[in-house]
Nanobody
């Protein structure tokens, strides 16, 4: 059974930093795309960042709202996905979801990802 388990969320002040982690169980996703999405209260789920499968021509992709502040990375051997977030703003407050695909392309549409974690809360206070 495939599971994605996120950790690292919490409460941080404006301008602060957090690193989210996601561990995959049940299979390896080294050749598949993985990504982070988020959903704020009363808003639709939105794309944050994606990492293409190993060897894919476009290794990462970011939403414009997080470019320059968030960095997605992987540790293939440990089956881990990370999201380093700096200069956090109140608008970043949301539940953050780790997701994985069966294909290598780093997509921005939620429907492209078959596997979802349970989410981790990030709250940025002003």
């Amino acid at each position: 059974q495939v599971q994605l388990v996120e950790s690292g969320g919490g409460l941080v002040q404006t301008g602060g930093s957090l690193r989210l982690s996601c561990e995959a169980f049940g299979r390896t996703f080294s050749s598949a795309a993985m990504a982070w999405f988020r959903q704020a209260p009363g808003k639709e789920r939105e794309f944050v960042a994606a990492s293409g499968g190993v060897g894919w021509s476009e290794p990462t992709k970011y939403a414009d709202s997080v470019k320059g502040r968030f960095t997605i990375s992987r540790d293939i051997d440990k089956k881990m996905l990370y999201l380093q977030m700096v200069n956090l703003q109140p608008g970043d407050t949301a539940v953050y979801y780790c997701v994985a695909s069966d294909g290598p392309i780093p997509q921005t549409m939620a429907g492209s990802y078959a596997y979802w974690g349970q989410g981790t809360q990030v709250t940025v206070s002003s």
